[in-house]
């Protein structure tokens, strides 16, 4: 009975499978530009080779057009010869990653858990860890921290996203041994990714693993619960689109580093705690937006935790030539290291990944992979924005709104319900007038965004107008009389005319046409009777509509070319006689003239 429910959803993420498949065949075809750093690139090519010794790898590659658009790659060989080694395939995992703002130390954290699962596993890590023991899994004081890639600086070092090449197999108390990956995230917030950017990183981190470490500075901010609001409801898109069931999300961390208030609430766990009570804390006197906004982060997660570190030190933050050594270290921050990272990394305190209820293995997250990775790809998803893009939209869209109301109100003075039919030429004319007048209130308001961010507004904001214009034309020609009747007018003129077509067919002999033409009499009193009945009391309109259709279709087709034929025959016959009737009158006049010339005079 083991992982039934995830077999189930295997079988509904096939076709997402293997799309992701082909796109990964299509884009090794293809070359792209590597945003990387190019020493790191170096670094990492000199360790390839089956013989190459643990390091972190690229899964998730960030690169970024020369519109400056960023795209993420999933690069599925790395992975699959991660995931699908003979060592680990089969054992569940426990994904633990790390997310949040740039520059804040997610790598070097990262760091100190490879030290630690160095120690505990059946994997040393390449010699990462130190002299093992139940308290000196730190190692040596004067051991460089080595692993993931770090440095001091201002500037980003990680893009996209990255595992550990060397999962750590940590056996539980039960014996089963389950294997750990390390994740490492591209830094939000930078100078080069957009918010569609950091949002898809850390929600593809966060759909993926089992703890995911949210790195915050000095205080959980309410900026920062905005954020993860954001991201995880980017998340929340993705996994309904393969309609995953249950939270969409695991165990949250709320790692917050330097922090300065230890005489409010104390460092660790337990005054992690008391701070995340207080900011997750919902009262009545809270606006309804600051309600939502925690109800919605404390739905997403299964349990929610906080952990308060302190700043490891000036020469740590200052010294260009830190290289992670213990010593440097401040002696505060390490002991508190001592109990964070055994708080998630002890075998009784692993989180193993679950998706739809059931714990996934190796083998089976490679295929969550390859499902999530086409999501982020693709345009299906909203694009995310910041806050002042957000509102600027909202601004405009209800400028637009004020303004349509003011074009609405001008045109029901001309063709509102109690107003008499209009010409259709005056009534376009008042169109474009009043059309006129709303694009000048919509920019009489006072909008965010600036003028250029505003004309796509001002475009939409004509473009409603036409679309209500073509109502207000329909209604006004509703009010004309001869439209009203020219069903009836059409319908009783054709069997009329059926009428005596059919007598006259009679009369010379031609049977089966007369009765044709008797049978169209007794079709159109049928119509006729059925359309009088529509109209007055509102029933089976459809049938009506069909009915004024097939009127209109006699019109267009036969009363209306008729009519214009008969129409010019007549003006030409009248021209025809106005002008023989010119032509005598001068030919009577030039033979009465012509005698008068010339008689002779008289004596």
Excluded at 377 to 390: C, E, I, R, S, V
Excluded at 425 to 450: A, I, P, Q, Y
């Amino acid at each position: 009975c083991r992982n039934v429910s995830a077999n189930k959803l295997e079988l509904s993420l096939s076709t997402a499978i293997k799309k992701a498949d082909s796109a990964t065949m299509s884009s090794e075809a293809n070359e792209h530009p590597v945003s990387h750093d190019h020493h790191k690139q170096q670094q990492l090519a000199a360790m390839d080779g089956p013989a190459a010794v643990p390091r972190p790898i690229q899964i998730v590659t960030a690169t970024y057009g020369e519109d400056g658009k960023g795209k993420f790659d999933l690069d599925l060989p790395a992975l699959e010869q991660l995931l699908l080694n003979d060592r680990i395939r089969d054992h569940r995992v426990a994904v633990v990653s790390v997310a949040g703002a740039f520059r804040k130390g997610k790598s070097f954290l990262l760091n100190y858990f490879l030290r630690y699962l160095a120690c505990i596993s059946d994997t040393d890590g390449g010699g990462l860890a130190g002299s093992c023991g139940a308290e000196d899994w730190l190692g040596s004081s004067s051991q460089p921290l080595r692993g993931f890639s770090w440095r001091g600086g201002s500037e980003r070092d990680t893009t996209g996203i990255l595992l550990w090449s060397e999962p750590f197999l940590v056996t539980l108390a039960g014996g089963e041994k389950v294997a750990v990956l390390l994740m490492d995230t591209q830094g939000a917030f930078d100078s080069q990714s957009t918010v569609r950017d950091c949002a898809t990183v850390f929600a593809l981190s966060t759909m993926l693993s089992s703890v995911q470490i949210y790195n915050l500075s000095t205080n959980i901010q309410e900026d920062d619960l905005q954020h993860l609001q954001l991201f995880t409801e980017y998340g929340k898109l993705a996994q309904e689109s393969l309609e995953s069931a249950g939270a969409p999300f695991q165990h949250l961390l709320f790692l917050v580093r330097d922090w300065s208030y230890p005489y409010e609430h104390g460092f660790g766990e337990e005054g992690g705690r008391a701070l995340l009570e207080k900011r997750l804390l919902i009262n009545d006197k809270q606006h309804h937006e600051l309600q939502q906004l925690r109800r919605h982060i404390r739905q997403c997660f299964d349990d929610i935790s906080c952990f308060l570190l302190p700043h490891p030190g000036l020469d740590v933050a200052t010294d260009p030539t830190f290289d992670g050594r213990l010593s440097a270290i401040h002696p505060q921050f390490v002991a508190q290291l001592r109990l964070l990272v055994p708080r998630l990394l002890a075998p009784a305190n692993l989180v193993v990944k679950r998706i739809n209820g059931a714990d996934v293995t190796c083998q089976e997250l490679l295929h969550y992979f390859k499902a999530y990775m086409p999501i982020y790809q693709g345009d299906d998803l909203p694009q995310p924005k910041t806050m002042l893009m957000a509102t600027a939209e909202a601004n405009n869209l209800a400028a637009v709104a004020a303004s349509r109301t003011v074009y609405t109100g001008l045109m029901e003075e001309v063709c509102g319900g109690e107003r008499p039919y209009v010409a259709p030429d005056k009534l376009l004319d008042e169109h474009r007038r009043c059309v006129d007048d709303s694009l000048v209130w919509f920019r009489k308001l006072r909008k965010m965004g600036g003028p250029e961010f505003s004309a796509q507004y001002e475009e939409q904001l004509s473009l409603d107008c036409d679309e209500a214009f073509e109502m207000y034309r329909a209604h006004n020609q509703s009010k004309n009389v001869y439209v009203g009747m020219r069903t009836l007018s059409v319908l009783f003129s054709a069997l009329l005319l059926c009428y005596f077509l059919a007598g006259f067919l009679d009369f010379i002999g031609l049977d089966p046409l007369a009765n044709l033409c008797t049978w169209m009499v007794w079709v159109l009193i049928v119509a006729l009777i059925t359309w009088c009945y529509v109209r007055h009391s509102g029933n089976y309109l459809d049938l009506g509509h069909h009915i004024d259709a097939f009127a209109n279709l006699l019109w267009d087709k036969i009363g209306c070319p008729l009519y214009v034929t008969v129409t010019q025959k007549a003006a030409e016959q009248a021209v025809g006689f106005n002008m023989a009737g010119r032509q005598r009158q001068r030919s009577s006049s030039s033979s009465s003239a012509v005698p008068a010339v010339g008689r002779p005079k008289r004596d």
